[in-house]
């Protein structure tokens, strides 16, 4: 049976089918360089960066697995089911969420709607990637466990269901494993570049890497969700909730830049913003809930980004993120070693300001004024250090006539694009010329299990970005 997703992403497609036709100049085919000129406007700067050979990520969802350790140890997957499952006394639903091509956020308002219930009813630890084949645990309360077996959806799935006690709790993870594949454009057979990236990995095993927050954190293709975290801070409700919809983004098509100024330019008349916006729910979900609060609630833009408090937290954790960024790159540009270090500025301890206090200052938010988050509780407070320098634990390697598969663990909150991108320049958008896009099971040439089922279930998600 169709969903309302699929219908919805047929139709965009359909809609952006015929304006490509008519105005093809706005649907350039790029390919974006993870290459330092542009990492350094997110304050990132890795040593050596613009010698290392260029691969392609994410040209299908599978390229990218990733699977959740719960914070017991639980290593979940995207294969057949655990054995030796059985249920415990408990009013908790558990289960092993395994999506495709859907963030964490939008699989849960997925499962909420399958389901009847709300968001919050359904916990998870942490936000998987959407361009990616993912699995996580999570938990459901208020609903039986035959309810949460019949969940039925193209985009995802559920296993190793069983009853407990307690929910998922945010935040507890262990890290993930990942399976990646890189592809590589052109010829595998030059070995002078297969040798600089192997070289360059080798490094990272022995020395580690630099803890960067890559790209996705500030959330890509606009890669701007800092500027509406800094409004936020400033307690510049409207200024951020436009910014969502206005901001030019890094890496957005041309022709969604100029809807996005054609319809800022319909304001103040917030309704006729909304029917806009609806012409595309798929591309503007967000921007789409909090104008329909601001047309319900008019002037009431703190309560319009309630509407969306987990993106919220994402914003506002970007800007900690940047300049969390900007002071290792500081440190690594000067020649020095950064601190091993270095807390977040979020926080009421004023010595997590210090290390920040010209970039909060050149900002206009020094010392911070965090009462502007009281309208957003989910937004963590607490005093929190991050290591500067980490290590991957690398489990195989594999050089394929596409690319390289490299599969390893990250701890929680390390960003596997981060780890890559020490020995890697990543490419996004259109894949070059040369660059294979056969669906390849990963895992199955690592020898670490069969995933053709998994793959079989995604078929019609599980496409190259092409």
């Known amino acids: 049976m169709e969903?309302?997703?699929?219908?919805?992403?047929?139709?965009?497609i359909a809609k952006l089918d015929k304006e490509r036709a008519l105005h093809p100049e706005l649907f350039p085919e790029r390919t974006w360089a993870d290459d330092n000129e542009t990492l350094e406007i997110l304050g990132i700067h890795i040593p050596d960066k613009d010698g290392l050979p260029q691969g392609f990520l994410k040209l299908v969802p599978s390229d990218f697995i990733v699977e959740e350790i719960a914070d017991t140890g639980y290593q979940t997957t995207i294969g057949e089911s655990s054995a030796g499952w059985s249920d415990e006394l408990g009013e908790t639903v558990y289960a092993t969420l395994v999506k495709c091509?859907?963030?964490?956020?939008?699989?849960?308002?997925?499962?909420?709607?399958?389901?009847?219930?709300?968001?919050?009813?359904?916990?998870y630890a942490g936000i998987k990637d959407k361009d990616a084949l993912t699995s996580q645990a999570v938990s459901f309360r208020g609903m039986t466990k035959e309810r949460v077996e019949a969940v039925n959806s193209p985009h995802l799935f559920l296993k190793d269901i069983r009853t407990g006690k307690g929910v998922v709790q945010k935040g507890g993870l262990k890290g993930n494993r990942f399976t990646i594949l890189i592809r590589i454009p052109g010829d595998m057979e030059d070995t002078g570049r297969m040798k600089k990236s192997l070289e360059a990995l080798e490094k990272v095993r022995r020395e580690g890497f630099y803890n960067f927050f890559y790209l996705q954190r500030f959330g890509t293709p606009r890669l701007n969700n800092y500027k509406w975290g800094l409004s936020i801070l400033k307690g510049e409700y409207e200024k951020a909730v436009i910014g969502l919809i206005a901001d030019p983004g890094l890496r957005e098509l041309p022709y969604f830049l100029e809807k996005r100024r054609e319809i800022i330019a319909l304001l103040p008349d917030w309704a006729a913003v909304l029917e806009k916006l609806r012409e595309f729910p798929l591309v503007f979900p967000s921007e789409i809930k909090v104008v329909e609060h601001v047309v319900n609630r008019p002037g009431d833009f703190a309560g319009a980004l309630q509407k969306i408090e987990e993106q919220v937290v994402l914003w506002v954790s970007a800007v900690a993120s940047l300049l969390y960024n900007r002071t290792?790159?500081?440190?690594?540009?000067?020649?020095?070693?950064?601190p091993?270090?270095?807390?977040?500025?979020?926080?009421?301890d004023k010595n997590d300001w210090l290390p920040y206090a010209d970039d909060l200052e050149g900002a206009g938010i020094f010392?911070?004024?965090?009462?502007?988050?009281?309208?957003?509780?989910?937004?963590?407070?607490?005093?929190?250090e991050?290591?500067?320098k980490d290590h991957a634990d690398i489990h195989a390697t594999e050089v394929i006539p596409e690319g390289i598969i490299v599969n390893f663990t990250l701890g929680k909150g390390e960003y596997a694009t981060t780890f890559l991108s020490h020995f890697i320049t990543l490419l996004n958008g259109r894949a070059p010329e040369g660059t294979g896009d056969n669906i390849i099971d990963?895992?199955?040439?690592?020898?670490?299990?069969?995933?053709?089922?998994?793959?079989e279930y995604f078929k019609e998600l599980n496409q190259p970005k092409n």
């Open 386 to 388: 991050i290591e500067t």
């Open 3 to 12: 969903s309302d997703r699929q219908r919805m992403r047929a139709d965009e």
């Open 367 to 384: 010392p911070p004024n965090l009462n502007t988050l009281r309208p957003f509780p989910k937004v963590s407070l607490m005093h929190k």
């Open 328 to 338: 290792i790159s500081a440190h690594i540009m000067a020649g020095m070693e950064p």
């Open 101 to 123: 091509g859907l963030s964490t956020i939008e699989a849960v308002e997925e499962l909420a709607k399958l389901l009847g219930t709300t968001k919050d009813k359904i916990q």
């Open 340 to 348: 091993k270090r270095l807390p977040l500025f979020l926080s009421f």
């Open 442 to 455: 990963t895992k199955q040439i690592l020898g670490q299990g069969d995933s053709s089922s998994v793959l």
